[in-house]
T-cell receptor, first 113, second 115 residues
Framework: AQSVTQLDSHVSVSEGTPVLLRCNYS??????LFWYVQHPNKGLQLLLK??????LVKGINGFEAEFKKSETSFHLTKPSAHMSDAAEYFCVLFSGGYNKLIFGAGTRLAVHP | DAGVIQSPRHEVTEMGQEVTLRCKPI?????LFWYRQTMMRGLELLIY????????DSGMPEDRFSAKMPNASFSTLKIQPSEPRDSAVYFCASSFLGGPQNEQFFGPGTRLTVL
């Protein structure tokens, strides 16, 4: 079965503190994994993508994610949150068997001054 | 490039009416995707096209929904007749080569409200 689970529906951090958004996946195939961000009233934008190259993937705006096969995880991190990071974040699995993207339920990140 | 363009941005209609959502993909992109986003079900793929040909429409909820892509620069998603449970944000996305696993560029969405 192919699935994506985002472990937190809401995360709240203070500006300047680290961000951790958690994602676990299940896939019968070698996974391709993505993080997309959605700012209010906007479409989704790709943050970063893992496709079986380096396990630590760097994305835009200082975000990075580490693919851990043993833990079936692909958590998103950022060392220091900025107010502009407040948005909804989606962990996404590409299912080779179904040839389509499978979206997690999303994590809403709030950043406080 | 203007990105993926969707129209209208907001649509309010009454149950039973026909609704047509429009999408212009990024020039040169050969894949086009229609998604629906609701609080209850999250983001769902409805249908996608490759080179104007529908490849997978298994996500289309029922016969009331139809999508067309008459040329490389235009696609429509039609709901006829519309029902209140169709209220959602509908996104169009496009990508270049490689299929759904390549980066998809999303439009701003159409917020549909069916009364």
């Amino acid at each position: 079965a192919q699935s994506v689970t985002q472990l937190d529906s809401h995360v709240s951090v203070s500006e300047g503190t680290p961000v951790l958004l958690r994602c676990n996946y299940s896939s019968s195939y070698s996974p391709s994994l993505f993080w997309y961000v959605q700012h209010p009233n906007k479409g989704l934008q790709l943050l970063l993508k893992y496709t079986s190259a380096a396990t630590l993937v760097k994305g835009i705006n200082g975000f990075e994610a580490e693919f851990k096969k043993s833990e079936t995880s692909f958590h998103l991190t950022k060392p220091s949150a900025h107010m502009s990071d407040a948005a909804e974040y989606f962990c996404v699995l590409f299912s080779g068997g179904y040839n389509k993207l499978i979206f997690g339920a999303g994590t809403r990140l709030a950043v406080h001054p | 490039d203007a990105g993926v363009i969707q129209s209208p941005r907001h649509e309010v209609t009454e149950m039973g009416q026909e609704v047509t959502l429009r999408c212009k993909p990024i020039s040169g992109h050969d894949y086009l995707f229609w998604y629906r986003q609701t609080m209850m079900r999250g983001l769902e793929l409805l249908i996608y096209f490759n080179n104007n040909v529908p490849i997978d429409d298994s996500g289309m909820p029922e016969d009331r929904f139809s999508a067309k892509m008459p040329n490389a620069s235009f696609s429509t998603l039609k709901i006829q007749p519309s029902e209140p449970r169709d209220s959602a944000v509908y996104f169009c996305a496009s990508s270049f080569l490689g299929g759904p696993q390549n980066e998809q560029f999303f439009g701003p969405g159409t917020r549909l409200t069916v009364l």
